[in-house]
Nanobody, 122 residues
Framework: VQLQASGGGLVQAGGSLRLSCAAS????????IGWFRQAPGKEREFVAA????????YYTDSVKGRFTISRDNAKNTVWLQMSSLKTGDTAVYYC????????????????WGQGTLVTVSS
């Protein structure tokens, strides 16, 4: 599975962005797709994940109610809709594919996209 993240950019606090993760490979629909982010000087952290079925997505507490993850297996794409953005959301965002059950653990993800930069200004 090859992943390509896109949609990052510069946005003011309170604004919105939608990130996309486009995948190649016939087995895309069998993978959990997760979004992680890494801010300058900080470790990579889990943001959200969605299993192949799209049911019951997972979010880290700091983005609940603001971010929404969704997928369309027919289009081999996962989206991360980000709203009410805060300066603390500034980071490089990565999408990744996993078959593990622990969706929040980055070590379980087999494939990673190249990252897309999100900058939220005050």
């Amino acid at each position: 599975v090859q992943l390509q993240a896109s949609g990052g950019g510069l946005v003011q606090a309170g604004g919105s962005l939608r990130l996309s993760c486009a995948a190649s490979g016939q087995t895309f629909s069998t993978y959990t797709i997760g979004w992680f982010r890494q801010a300058p000087g900080k470790e990579r952290e889990f943001v959200a994940a969605i299993r192949w079925s799209g049911v019951s997505p997972y979010y880290t507490d700091s983005v609940k109610g603001r971010f929404t993850i969704s997928r369309d297996n027919a289009k081999n794409t996962v989206w991360l809709q980000m709203s009410s953005l805060k300066t603390g959301d500034t980071a490089v965002y990565y999408c990744a594919a996993s078959r593990t059950t622990n969706v929040g653990d980055s070590t379980g993800y087999e494939y990673w996209g190249q990252g897309t930069l999100v900058t939220v200004s005050s």
